[in-house]
């Protein structure tokens, strides 16, 4: 089978057009990878042609030999549609997850994210903690959310709890919370280390100033994860813009009904008490 004709391609094309369609791509913002099934490898093998073995710039050794579609360092979403051959690549790891190499893809030449760092390690965290359930890591720069961390404490326990109170759905969909990485310069190790730590327990972290990171087993559900956070933070940045204080909210016990209705546990840790 050609790339261009795989599934797994179609849907990371989608979620790359349609993170651009929702403003959260401004020029190369954002980046996104796909940790390949074995059987999706062989059905694209015949157009895999191995280029140079490059430094990852961190060990991801439990990733070692497995491959990875991923947006291209300084592309733009807007072209995963019109150019695809030249907006992401398809790489493999080393046996030691130390190197890879291109097999596919940037056909005008570059390299992988700078955010590859993070990509990986994320992926590696949720291999060990999902058994391998998780396969797409996604970072975008939604204006609302981003705009929170210049207004809201910079912890965890505050903006997952102000934006489960946003939206009932908000603690079905994300149940474990949102981790905050205070700001950092990104591309690096230094912010992967800091990211892949959340990882171990939250499906989303956000950097402070910057953007988002969601982690998911599809495609659907990544994109779902992080478009449902944006749309809790833009009704917060709403409320907060009406009024200084909300008149009426979602309680926490009314969070332990919701946990039990929909069988998820929700840590208690988010559910304190308030001052007036
Ligand atoms: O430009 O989003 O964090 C890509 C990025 C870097
Ligand atoms: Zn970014």
Not at 27 to 33: I, M, W
Not at 40 to 61: A, F, H, N
């Amino acid at each position: 089978m050609k790339v261009l004709e795989a599934p797994f391609v179609k849907g990371f094309i989608r979620v790359a057009d349609d993170g651009w369609l929702q403003g959260w791509h401004e020029r190369n913002g954002g980046n996104l990878s796909y940790r390949m099934r074995p059987e999706e490898v062989e059905s694209v093998r015949e157009e895999l042609v191995p280029r140079k073995w490059e430094p990852i710039g961190t060990e991801v050794p439990l990733l070692g030999g497995e491959y990875f579609l991923v947006t291209g360092s300084g592309r733009y979403m807007r072209n995963a549609v019109i150019d695809p051959e030249d907006t992401f690549c398809i790489i493999e790891l080393d046996p030691a997850g130390a190197h890879y190499r291109i097999l596919w893809g940037l056909s005008k030449g570059g390299r992988p994210t700078s955010e590859l760092p993070t990509h990986l390690m994320n992926h590696e965290v949720k291999v060990r903690v999902t058994g391998g359930k998780h396969r797409v890591i996604y970072h975008a720069h939604p204006a609302n959310i981003v705009a929170l961390t210049y207004v809201l404490p910079l912890t965890d326990e505050v903006f997952t709890r102000e934006l489960w109170e946003m939206e009932t759905e908000c603690p079905i969909v994300f149940p474990d919370g949102i981790g905050v990485v205070p700001w950092m310069v990104p591309g690096g190790r230094e912010i992967a280390v800091e990211t892949s730590k959340l990882m171990e327990k939250y499906d989303v972290a956000l950097w402070a100033h910057h953007g988002l990171f969601c982690s998911g087993d599809t495609f659907d559900q990544t994109f779902g994860l992080m478009h449902t956070v944006e749309k809790a933070a833009e009704i917060l940045v709403k409320v907060l813009s009406m009024a200084p204080k909300k008149r009426q909210t979602i309680e926490p016990e009314g969070f332990r009904e919701v946990a039990k209705a929909f069988h998820v546990t929700v840590p208690e840790r988010f559910l304190y008490e308030k001052e007036d």
